[in-house]
């Protein structure tokens, strides 16, 4: 049974993932829901009931948030339904840091520049800014990257992260 703490938790992420991402309220809220509860995989349908939602709606979040790779379903010997969970690996190659992405929307914003001519420099100031952009994301992102991963790799040889226990107990 979902607490009123895990709830109002799961409505803020929610929220932050509706207003930073466009995500549905609904995907923010299995995502924040699923960080929170006890056990921390769950069916569908406990989904479904602990955050008043339909099956559908929850269906269609976890459909999404596993586009993104960040949940996974799975199915032990003998159930006869799906269970969700976040994740493990998923910030092991996120991704918001894939070069490839920003390359295409500097491309973009350039084929915009062709098209507007002589038009006000404002707008094209718009797109020259835009393309610059991307092409900065696109070339400082990859070193962003690697920089985490060493960070990463030097907090579990300390032991400062709390899951480089939890891996260890398994």
């Known amino acids: 049974m979902a607490t009123d703490e895990q709830l109002a938790y799961a409505d803020r992420a929610g929220s932050f993932y509706a207003r930073e991402y466009g995500f549905p309220p609904v995907t923010g809220r299995v995502l924040g829901y699923l960080a929170v509860c006890d056990p921390p995989q769950q069916t569908i349908a406990d989904l479904a009931e602990a955050l008043r939602a339909s099956r559908s709606a929850i269906t269609a979040a976890v459909s999404q948030l596993e586009g993104y790779h960040a949940v996974r379903r799975a199915r032990a010997a003998g159930d006869r339904f799906d269970r969700v969970g976040l994740n493990p690996d998923a910030g092991l190659e996120p991704r918001g840091f894939d070069a490839a992405a920003y390359k295409l929307q500097a491309e973009l914003a350039r084929e915009g520049l062709a098209l507007t001519g002589h038009a006000d420099p404002r707008r094209r100031a718009a797109l020259e800014e835009a393309a ?23 907090m579990h040889e300390a032991g400062d992260p709390p899951t480089a226990t939890a891996k260890e107990d398994k």
């Open 132 to 154: 610059a952009l991307y092409d900065f994301l696109a070339a400082r992102l990859p070193e962003v990257f690697a920089e985490w991963q060493q960070h990463r790799a030097a």
